[in-house]
């Protein structure tokens, strides 16, 4: 690969990593300042479906409803998180995990809770945030390509 082209490719790669990277910290950023309402749970529970990002294993996920108001208006909501935690079958084959469980248990039905909601659109809400959990993988990868970057430049012969 010649000089050029190999530089070019590792900024490049270093470039979208650190703009997808910047990408995740401005929505995690926007997420967190979502306001909360006082809300309850109508209904939780565990049940076994799939997922398609997992190629259609089965896998177990929490289930909730739940009710909040905001400027008079009633909404009802089903996301737990901004990211739905599931568990996979393939380390829990028989049965949910127990941290699964006891999620559950933290948001049964008549529970009060706090609901965080999109100021712009109130119908939009989660129970709890969750942080992106690949932004060390998106700040290494741009990292590495940059270091790869530099390297070359610095000792390819010319």
Known sequence: ?????????????????????????????????????????????????????TGGQPQYELTVRYAYEVRGWTYTGNRLSNR???????????????????????????IQTQVHYDPKHPEASYLFFRGSSGLWVLAGCSAAFFAIAAAWWTFAPR
């Open 1 to 53: 690969m010649s000089l050029d082209l190999g530089l070019a490719v590792s900024v490049g790669l270093g470039l979208f990593f650190a703009v997808a990277l910047l990408l995740s910290l401005v929505t995690d950023a926007r997420l967190r300042r979502w306001p909360a309402a006082a809300g309850t749970i109508l209904e939780s529970g565990i049940r076994l479906g799939t997922v398609r990002r």
């Open 84 to 110: 739905p935690p599931t568990q996979n079958l393939r380390n829990f084959p028989e049965r949910p995990a127990p941290w699964l469980a006891a999620l559950r248990d933290r948001y049964a039905p008549g």
